[in-house]
């Protein structure tokens, strides 16, 4: 109350109420005095505007320079074409099992561009790898076009103890222990909580921004289509047919799609390749040091969350009766979060199921060390039943190729409305699940940059 009286009578307008006792000459003098103020005022008033308005003009100058810069780094750093001869390398180092994948039946070569475009556009609609290779004759020999590039064999994993608390745990199998070649690894804390959040945060940044059109959704073959769509319970099912699949691929055309996003449910992967963000640099390094993972052998990192009622279903990371050893040899996995409920990884041959804890790492061979697939590795993401779960995964090869760990140019195919529409892809019903991506685009480098892990 105080502290308001005096306020109220410091009031200017109260002050210059009270004049009508003062004598005349007092009166003009003072009116003088107020006069002379009034323009000295006005003039201070007039300096203090101009300098406003300079300092106003120069940060729109700023913020236009700024602009313009970022614009031009942007443009320059996530621009989507690639020469065509970096491309095609890239292309034709692809894996032959992704190569040799089952083609559409209405596909139609697009003009003045080569079955590669066709092979990428399938490579994205089948992320996963299905659990039989298809047969192929044809070994890695395209690697030996690429003089400078050294081919490097990873075959075993070499766990070192990151410190006297923090050491890797071998998991014992409680069945098939001798028919196995897989060795299983846990470690707590290998990532700290606050590395933990900041990927969780760059992936739902990323996803969130991804959101605004509805994904297309693609699939690895007609069958698989109508089998998720009865799976769903979609009534239409029987009504959809390939004419449906935008030209080229197994992706449905972009109003049917959009009929079904709400009504699949899959898991969120969001990406990022090595050297985009200080935390991928040091994280590569911290993997080779304490599991002897070579980072060369390391492909992108991937950041997946799963809702409630998803996982993944049982499958390999490599494939089996593959004759190319450019697969999948070891898988490494950070749990992100605690799940509440639900979400353990399960390999079932082995009978090991792990739990699902922020910042522990799960690390195991897929592969034998002459590079066949292990059908011992099989596992699965259980369906998370309360919360949500969050992890980072990074597949290391047996055998390297050039575009190991490279972002591969966006597909032409299908054709998108938007630059941000994402994908969803469901592998095969019995062996893979839905899964929605981000990478028809190079943006997210800039999320994952902005993170400062
Ligand atoms: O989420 C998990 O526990 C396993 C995921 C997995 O196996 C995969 O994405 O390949
Ligand atoms: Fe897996």
Redo the contacts with the bound molecule.
């Keep these: 109350m105080a502290s308001l009286t005096k306020r109220k009578n410091a009031s200017p307008q109260k002050s210059s109420g009270n004049n009508n006792n003062k004598n005349p000459t007092q009166t003009v003098a003072s009116k003088k005095k107020q006069k002379q103020k009034k323009l000295h005022g006005l003039a201070a008033q007039d300096m203090t505007r101009s300098k406003i308005r300079n300092k106003l003009f120069l940060a729109v100058i700023i913020y236009i320079l700024a602009g313009a810069g970022f614009l031009y780094w942007r443009g320059v750093s996530t621009s989507s074409e690639l020469p065509p001869e970096v491309e095609n390398e890239i292309l034709d180092s692809y894996p032959q099992d992704v190569k040799h994948i089952e083609m559409p039946k209405n596909l139609k070569k697009p003009s003045g561009a080569g079955p590669a475009i066709e092979e990428k556009t399938q490579m994205n609609s089948n992320e996963?790898m299905s659990k039989t290779a298809p047969k192929s004759d044809k070994g890695p020999e395209k690697q030996e076009k690429n003089d400078d590039f050294q081919v490097h064999i990873q075959n075993s994993i070499k766990p070192q103890p990151m410190s006297a608390t923090k050491q890797w745990k071998e998991i014992k199998y409680s069945k098939n222990s001798t028919a196995s070649h897989v060795r299983i690894f846990t470690m707590d804390d290998f990532l700290s909580p606050h590395e933990c959040d900041g990927l969780m945060k760059a992936h739902a940044s990323h996803v969130k921004q991804h959101s605004q059109h509805h994904p297309i959704i693609c699939f690895s073959g007609e069958t698989t289509m109508k089998e998720y769509l009865k799976h769903f319970k979609i009534s239409w099912v029987n009504k959809v047919s390939e004419n449906d699949f935008t030209e080229g691929t197994y992706c449905l055309n972009e109003t049917l799609s959009s009929k079904l996003d709400g009504k699949l449910l899959w898991?969120k992967?969001t990406s990022f390749y090595p050297g985009e963000s200080p935390f991928s640099t040091r994280y590569s390094e911290q993997v080779e040091k304490y599991t002897g993972l070579d980072q060369r052998n390391g492909g992108k990192f991937?950041v997946?969350s799963?809702p409630e009622n998803v996982?993944?279903k049982l499958?390999t990371?490599c494939t089996i009766e593959n004759p190319d050893t450019r697969d999948r040899y070891a898988?490494i996995?950070v749990?992100l979060n605690d799940v509440v409920k639900g979400?353990?990884?399960?390999f079932t041959e082995l009978g090991i199921k792990?739990k699902?804890k922020k910042g522990k790492a799960?690390l195991w061979n897929n592969m034998d060390t002459e590079g066949h697939c292990d059908v011992m590795s099989h596992?699965?993401?259980?369906s998370v039943k309360i919360g949500k779960?969050y992890?980072l995964?990074r597949?290391y090869y047996y055998q390297n190729f050039p575009a190991l760990g490279l972002r591969t140019p966006a597909p032409k195919l299908p054709l998108r409305s938007h630059e941000l529409t994402p994908r969803v892809s469901c592998d095969r019903y019995d062996s893979g699940s839905c899964?929605w991506y981000d990478e028809w685009n190079y943006d997210h480098l800039i999320d994952y940059r902005k993170m400062h892990l």
């Excluded at 596992?379 to 259980?382: F, L, N, P, T, Y």
């Design positions: 996963k898991s992967s991937q997946t799963y996982g993944y499958h990371d898988t996995l749990y979400g353990e990884t399960e792990i699902p799960l596992h699965q993401a259980a779960k992890i995964q597949w899964r």
